[in-house]
């Protein structure tokens, strides 16, 4: 059964600090790995998607990368800002589901 | 296209009631799936389609029941609601094209079952 750990479960930082958001999984056999944004009480907005091919992937300040081998995927927010602060989800594919990690709570202060 | 839609967007119920959430998608998606969320917890699976009339169970099938009549539609139903129910239900759609793979989600249910 395919776990997903994201540490740390908070995260609080000053405006322009750089986010460094991790997520591990246990099973190598993956078809894509995930990365949403949850604001409070809302729903899930797809920030990147790698490919298990894919080494890594870029979207603005956004950057992530997979390393299936060791079962890991970073996930960098540049320059944080106050609009940045959210719940952010790592979810790998394993063909016909999804696995969640818990997510990690991101609070970035003015 | 309106994505995927979800109904009601907040319920509350008694225990023992029936109902049923709503999922839409109008992207022509085989696959549907249904995931709930607890506090802190990631989503958890419920049930999946990969096309009208296939339906399968998830990691937490237990009191939900599903089918699945035609591509757009997805149906979630609560036979029996327990107090364990309450929870926030998303609905998804996923599409592969050409090795590369998108989903959709909807943007919630919440449930509260008294």
């Known amino acids: 059964k395919q776990e997903v750990t994201q540490i740390p479960a908070a995260l609080s930082v000053p405006e322009g600090e750089n986010l460094v958001l991790n997520c591990s999984f246990t099973?190598?056999?993956?078809?894509?790995l995930q990365w949403f944004r949850q604001d409070p009480g809302k729903g899930l907005t797809s920030l990147l998607l790698?490919?298990?091919?894919?080494r890594e992937q870029t979207s603005g300040r956004l950057n992530a990368s997979l390393d299936k081998s060791s079962g890991r995927s970073t996930l960098y927010i540049a320059a944080s800002q106050p609009g940045d602060s959210a719940t952010y989800l790592c979810?790998?594919?394993?063909?016909?589901?999804?696995?969640f990690g818990a997510g990690t709570t991101v609070t970035v202060r003015a | 296209n309106a994505g995927v839609t979800q109904t009601p967007k907040f319920q509350v119920l008694k225990t023992g009631q029936s109902m049923t959430l709503q999922c839409a998608q109008d992207m022509n998606h085989e696959y549907m799936s249904w995931y709930r969320q607890d506090p802190g917890m990631g989503l958890r699976l419920i049930h999946y389609s990969v096309g009208a009339g296939i339906t399968d169970q998830g990691e937490v099938p237990n009191g939900y029941n599903v089918s699945r009549s035609t591509t757009e539609d997805f149906p979630l139903r609560l036979l029996s609601a327990a107090p364990s129910q309450t929870s926030v239900y998303f609905c998804?759609?996923?599409?592969?094209?050409?090795?590369?793979?998108?989903?959709?989600f909807g943007p919630g249910t919440r449930l509260l079952v008294l």
């Open positions: 099973d190598s056999a993956i078809y894509n």
């Open positions: 790698i490919q298990s091919s894919q």
């Open positions: 998804a759609s996923k599409i592969r094209t050409g090795g590369r793979e998108t989903q959709y």
């Open positions: 979810a790998v594919s394993n063909d016909y589901k999804l696995s």
